[in-house]
């Protein structure tokens, strides 16, 4: 009997220490192990401060680079250029070697962002009489200018008769207007407008704003009213409008009259007599046509019109319907 009791007590202790064991090995394989390196952060996105540049020979741009999250284990940046021909970069800072194009890229791990640069043959220009004596220049037929960013407070219309490109810095950082009261002796219309294209030329008018412009009393040969349109393309060749926001002026917004105009992510708001108003005044041999693209967005009650004749007019306008109205054509998004 004695034996019995002594069996059953030793093995009463063993299953007590085989519990004890097995508690004691599940709790090691919950608990994290102190030697277990922290989690290392990777990076997650990088931007710039700027997704496109337009320079001119020998012009340096810094962009900035920002590194998420914040806490990353590693955000150091290495940058490249596509073409060291036409633009190289240090640190951020990129410097223009000659006309062409180039991406600038910025890396950090395996996260990278890019700017498009677009080294031109021009002169940029810082205010209103730089401007204006700029495009009154022949010897700047055919090249950019450049407008940096501030307001541009004009005594006359930047009145253009020559092939070039007039490129700002972005909507909301380039404005031209109107300053003081403007007077037209020439005898004829269109030097009211804050921007008129005539005479044939190919132009391209980007990332800018264009407001204020007023009615003006004719003193020349001819009286009468020339009035403020915002753009004003009478007569003109080819002319691209893009990425541009026309504001406030008195009469149209946009007028194509005798011309080939593509609005491209064009916005027009407050004009008096409307958004674009597109008219043919021309010989039988000539025409006008507008092109308007799905980003454009015209803010007026009335925001594409021709009151005049459709013969020799062509409106291809994405997204819009047109109806004729008590003899006025429109078009409606």
């Not at 069996?7 to 299953?15: D, G, K, S």
């Not at 810094?62 to 596509?82: E, G």
């Not at 996260?111 to 700029?134: F, I, M, P």
Request: charged share 20%; with cysteine.
């Amino acid at each position: 009997m004695k034996a019995k009791k002594f069996v059953w007590a030793v093995l009463a202790v063993v299953f007590a220490l085989s519990l004890a064991a097995f508690a004691a090995c599940d709790d090691d394989e919950t608990k994290p192990n102190d030697g277990d390196k922290p989690e290392t952060v990777a990076v997650t996105e990088v931007t710039l401060n700027q997704a496109d540049a337009a320079m001119l020979k020998g012009e340096n741009v810094t962009l900035t680079a920002t590194v998420k999250p914040d806490n990353a284990a590693d955000k150091t940046l290495t940058w490249t250029t596509s073409d060291e021909d036409v633009a190289t970069v240090a640190n951020g800072v990129v410097t223009a070697v000659a006309e062409g194009d180039a991406v600038i890229t910025a890396k950090a791990g395996d996260k990278t962002a890019t700017c498009a640069v677009s080294v031109v043959d021009g002169v940029r220009v810082a205010d209103a009489e730089q401007l204006l004596a700029a495009v009154k220049d022949a010897d700047n037929a055919g090249k950019v200018i450049l407008l940096s960013a501030g307001t541009y407070s004009l005594t006359e219309s930047v009145y253009i008769e020559q092939d070039l490109m007039l490129c700002g810095a972005g909507k909301d950082e380039v404005v031209l207007q109107p300053t003081g009261t403007w007077t037209n002796a020439t005898g004829s219309k269109g030097y009211a407008s804050v921007i008129t294209v005539t005479n044939g030329a190919n132009v391209t008018i980007s990332d800018l704003t264009v407001k204020d412009a007023q009615n003006v009393a004719m003193t020349g040969p001819v009286s009468g009213t020339d009035y403020g349109h915002g753009i004003n393309a009478a007569f003109a060749g080819e002319v691209v409008i893009e990425n541009v926001a026309v504001q406030d002026n008195a009469a149209c917004g946009i007028v194509v009259n005798t011309s080939d105009v593509t609005l491209k992510n064009v916005s027009t708001s407050g004009n008096g007599w409307g958004g674009v108003n597109v008219d043919h005044k021309g010989t039988a041999e000539q025409s006008t046509s507008l092109t308007v693209d799905a980003a454009c967005a015209f803010g007026e009650q009335v925001q594409i019109y021709c009151d005049g004749s459709m013969d020799r007019v062509t409106v291809t306008a994405e997204g819009y319907t047109s109806a004729e109205v008590e003899g006025v054509t429109v078009w409606t998004k």
